[in-house]
Every structure is written in C-alpha cells, then in structure tokens.
C-alpha cells in the first residue's frame, strides 16, 4: 500500500544537526511532492518546506531558510529533512507527507520524534 | 505568506451534535483549502480537499464548504471517534499555512 514510513527518533544537543528520513512505498517517488511539517509538544502544525523529488527542486520557509535542507535519493525512494544549529525550541515531531494531484497532503509518515537537550 | 484563522479554538459537544468550525484565510484563496483530522499520538488524516471533496475512506457526515477567504467543515452527527483535533490548511500559496486548530472535546 501506498506509505511513508520515517526514521527513528533522534535525541541531539544544542547546536548539533538531524536528519531526517522518509522512505516511499506504493506509489511512483517522483510523481507526487514530498512536504515536511512540525509540530511542537502541545502547539499546532507548521509546515517547513517541500521537494520535488523529481528535479530536486526544493522551497523552504523563511524561517528555516539558511538551517534546513530537503535532499532526496530516487535510487530508494527516500527524501530526508536536515536540520542544523539545532535549539531546544526545536524539539518536535516532525513529519513528511505527499501533497496528492489536487494540492493536499494525502499521505503521512509516522513522525519522528526530535528531541533537542543538553 | 496567508494567515489562517480558526474559531473556536476549542469545542465542547456531546455525541450525536451538529458541529462547526469556521476557518478564515487573510486573502482569497478560491478553494484551495483542506481539512485535517488529528487524534492525540496520530499523524494528521486529510478529511477534505478542495474545500468540499470528501477523501476518499472519510465518513460522509464530513462535509466542507465555502471559498475565497471563509469556510466551514460540520461534522452532522459527532461520534465518539470524532472527538480530535482539527486543521484548516491553505494550498494557494507557499508556505502552505495551517489554522491554529480546534480541539473537539467531549461534554
């Protein structure tokens, strides 16, 4: 069946980098956009950025400009978010998710919880 | 970058109520707005695409409606596995800005 299944969680100390993973299944890699999201223990969800997985093309938002990266490897099927100079207020789940035909995000991975403590 | 406004913030309802939730976009977005369900622990689950299309697998008391800067998702009848979480979201644009959701709760 059609899924994103991400990597484990990740525990990192301020200042250090993560990065992410989201393996594709079930469905052509590079036939749909691949965005990932934040959420904060107890906030609201707050998307980061995207890729094209196709072209490599990426957009991220102006808050992350500068500290994140969305590459992509179309031999497994697999984007990967990383982010770096990590902070406590970084500590969330973050997840990926297939943004379908019509622009919405259809299909989610699992999440993987990053936890950012000295 | 499109501001997304939901009200209320939080709801209290008991099984069997009609539900409302109001999200309002800070310009015109047509209909490029989605629904999102999340329960406590979960990834978010798309409810509706294109303020009214019903994903496919949800529930047809689910319905969403509205364009340009309003829009409505009513849950018709609240079931016990309704009681969750939701999100509008904006596809117009990026960044794809997300409500700052309304929790449903039970009565």
């Known amino acids: 069946q059609v899924q994103l299944v991400q990597s484990g969680a990740e525990v990192k100390k301020p200042g250090a980098s993560v990065k992410v993973s989201c393996k594709a299944s079930g469905y052509t890699f590079t036939g749909h956009y691949i965005h990932w999201v934040r959420q904060a223990p107890g906030q609201g969800l707050e998307w980061m950025g995207l890729i094209n997985p196709n072209t490599g093309d990426t957009k991220y938002a102006q808050k992350f400009q500068g500290r994140v990266t969305m590459p992509r490897d179309t031999s497994i099927n697999t984007a990967y978010m990383e982010l770096s100079r990590l902070t406590s207020d970084d500590t969330a789940v973050y997840y990926c998710?297939?943004?379908?035909?019509?622009?919405?995000?259809?299909?989610w991975g699992q999440g993987t919880m990053v936890t950012v403590s000295s | 970058d499109i501001q997304m406004t939901q009200s209320p913030s939080s709801l209290t309802a008991s099984v069997g109520d009609r539900v409302t939730i109001t999200c309002r976009a800070s310009q015109s977005i047509s209909t490029f707005l989605n629904w999102y369900q999340q329960k406590p622990g979960n990834a978010p689950k798309l409810l509706i695409y294109a303020a009214s299309s019903l994903q496919s697998g949800v529930p047809s008391r689910f319905s969403g409606s509205g364009s340009g800067t309003d829009f409505t998702l009513t849950i018709s009848s609240l079931q016990p596995e309704d009681f969750a979480t939701y999100y509008c979201?904006?596809?117009?644009?990026?960044?794809?800005?997300f409500g700052q959701g309304t929790k449903v709760e039970i009565k």
């Open positions: 998710a297939r943004e379908s035909l019509w622009p919405a995000f259809d299909i």
């Open positions: 979201q904006q596809s117009y644009s990026t960044p794809r800005t």
